[in-house]
């Protein structure tokens, strides 16, 4: 069946890096699209950086650029995100989705996220 797992969130000081992984199974990672979403305590979802499915090119919020940099093992199935310079702000639960468009249909898959604090 489909997975899509997070892993690598935890507590960190303001300042300190944080790397998230997040290994799929069940489809066929290298067809899909994949994106970091993060959602902090009352509110909405936000895109934080996306990557194409041959990870030719990339994506960002503003929030993010230049501290925060995606990345993609097809042969292992995983995305990557690597969380520099971190703030408080960017305190909130991670996720990961995969997409893709068939040109037909729409599929897209969800993680169950993994919290990240920024706290000293």
């Known amino acids: 069946q489909v997975q899509v797992v997070e892993s690598g969130g935890g507590l960190v000081q303001p300042g300190g890096s944080l790397t998230l992984s997040c290994a799929a199974s069940?489809?066929?990672?290298?067809?899909?699209?994949m994106s970091w979403y993060r959602q902090a305590p009352g509110k909405e979802r936000e895109l934080v950086a996306g990557?194409?499915?041959?990870?030719?090119?990339?994506n960002y919020a503003d929030s993010v650029k230049g501290r925060f940099t995606i990345s993609r093992d097809n042969a292992k199935n995983t995305v990557y995100l690597q969380m520099n310079s971190l703030k408080p702000e960017d305190t909130a639960v991670y996720y990961c989705?995969?997409?893709?468009?068939?040109?037909?249909?729409?599929?897209?898959?969800w993680g169950q996220g993994t919290q990240v604090t920024v706290s000293s």
């Open positions: 990557i194409t499915s041959s990870g030719g090119r990339t």
């Open positions: 069940g489809f066929t990672f290298s067809r899909y699209a």
């Open positions: 989705k995969a997409d893709r468009w068939s040109g037909i249909s729409y599929y897209y898959h």
